[in-house]
């Protein structure tokens, strides 16, 4: 029973439609508002990625706020827009679920299932997505050690779903000059222990716009199959993480840093 896994290395290549994630293919550039905030601000900035590059577009509809008082996001509402607005430049989406009631109407919806940081640790949740047909975007637990990661992912294939692409997104330090540190070590060792595909969120990782260009550079570097960024078509009016959002010319130089 101890050493029984599923995850044991072997290479995982994960499918969206026709798109391929892992191993040897190029590494995909999701980008998108941390929270669709509404039907014009996710439809102008899915127009504006496409014009740039964005290989999926991502956008919280169910945010998992710190705050109560926080903006909670636009939930299914929201959802309708994110598909609405990925169907309009033709790339898959990604959000995030937060509670089994939700499953299927996200079923419905999206392309890609985001469990974020903070239910990493969610058991039942995980379990539910295991016995889901939809690949599962992982991040990793605020405080996890690489072996609590790598068990969560286990559980989504212990129950049956090992379309899983690992998500780093910085772990809580000492330190609080960056808002996470961003642990690329974890790139490498993820991919040889699971044998899963692993993009970056330097957005969340750092919490700096100033460090998101260089430290995608460091991920693709690395390894990394792709990078998650945030953006907003106005960081300073948005409802959620509007520091740490690029504009769209700044996501445009970030492109072209990185496509180099
Ligand atoms: C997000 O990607 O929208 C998010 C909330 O990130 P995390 O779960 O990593 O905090
Ligand atoms: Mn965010």
């Given at each position: 029973m101890k050493d029984k896994k599923i995850l044991t290395g072997k290479q995982i290549i994960v499918e969206v439609g026709d798109l391929k994630i892992?191993?040897?293919h190029p590494p995909v550039f999701i980008a998108g508002p941390c929270s669709v905030e509404s039907r014009e601000q996710i439809m102008a900035t899915a127009k504006a990625l496409k014009s740039i590059g964005v290989t999926i577009l991502r956008g919280g509809v169910f945010k998992p706020r710190t705050s109560p008082y926080d903006f909670q996001?636009?939930?299914?509402?929201g959802l309708k827009y994110l598909r609405e607005a990925g169907d309009s430049i033709g790339v898959p989406i990604v959000t995030e679920l937060m509670d089994e009631k939700n499953l299927d109407i996200m079923l419905e919806y999206t392309d890609i299932i985001q469990?974020?940081?903070r239910n990493m640790y969610n058991y039942p949740l995980l379990k539910t997505l295991g016995s889901v047909d939809k690949p599962i975007l992982l991040k990793r637990g605020m405080s996890a050690t690489i072996k609590e990661w790598i068990l969560a992912a286990e559980y989504l294939a212990a129950y049956g779903n090992t379309n899983i692409i690992l998500c780093e997104r910085g772990i809580r330090s000492f330190d609080n000059y960056t808002r996470n540190m961003l642990d690329l070590a974890a790139v490498p060792i993820m991919q040889k222990e699971t044998g899963l595909p692993i993009i970056v969120d330097p957005s969340h990782g750092t919490g700096v716009k100033s460090l998101i260009t260089p430290m995608s550079k460091a991920s693709l570097a690395c390894g990394a199959d792709g990078l998650m960024v945030e953006v907003h078509p106005n960081p300073e009016e948005a409802l959620s993480d509007g520091?740490?959002?690029?504009?769209?010319d700044e996501y445009k130089e970030f492109f072209n840093e990185c496509k180099r």
């Open positions: 892992g191993g040897d996001g636009l939930e299914i509402e469990v974020g940081s520091p740490q959002s690029f504009t769209f």
